[in-house]
């Protein structure tokens, strides 16, 4: 099953959706920010993605800018970080099986799907 970490109040991760609906596949949506993945999941789609968890992170939102910008965390503290302050987490991630992409540009969808 294919799944989307979606933010409804994000543009691309509106155009990410629409991309799956289009595709007649079934999915579901995880909004991540009420349904905030595990330490556990982080760190699988971390893996599935084939990033470090900076490269997840959203760095110009106040909460980093603020609070960890200046800190030089280790992977395991940046994931605490996320499932802590899951506004941090790069959108939209689609997962499907043993893939996962940001979509962004949302048009990446489309290569795991």
């Known amino acids: 099953m294919i799944k989307i970490y979606h933010n409804n109040r994000c543009s691309k991760s509106r155009e990410a959706l629409q991309l799956l609906e289009a595709s007649g596949k079934p999915f579901e949506v995880i909004k991540y920010l009420e349904d905030v993945p595990t330490k556990e999941e982080l760190e ?9 968890p900076i490269d997840l992170v959203r760095k110009n939102e106040s909460v980093w800018k603020e609070n960890f ?3 030089n965390l280790s992977d395991e503290a940046l994931i605490d970080v996320m499932v802590k302050y899951p506004k941090l987490i790069e959108r939209p991630i689609v997962v499907n099986g043993e893939k996962a992409v940001i979509g962004r540009p949302p048009q990446q969808v489309l290569d795991i799907i």
């Open 69 to 71: 910008k200046q800190e």
């Open 44 to 52: 699988q789609i971390v893996d599935l993605l084939d990033i470090r």
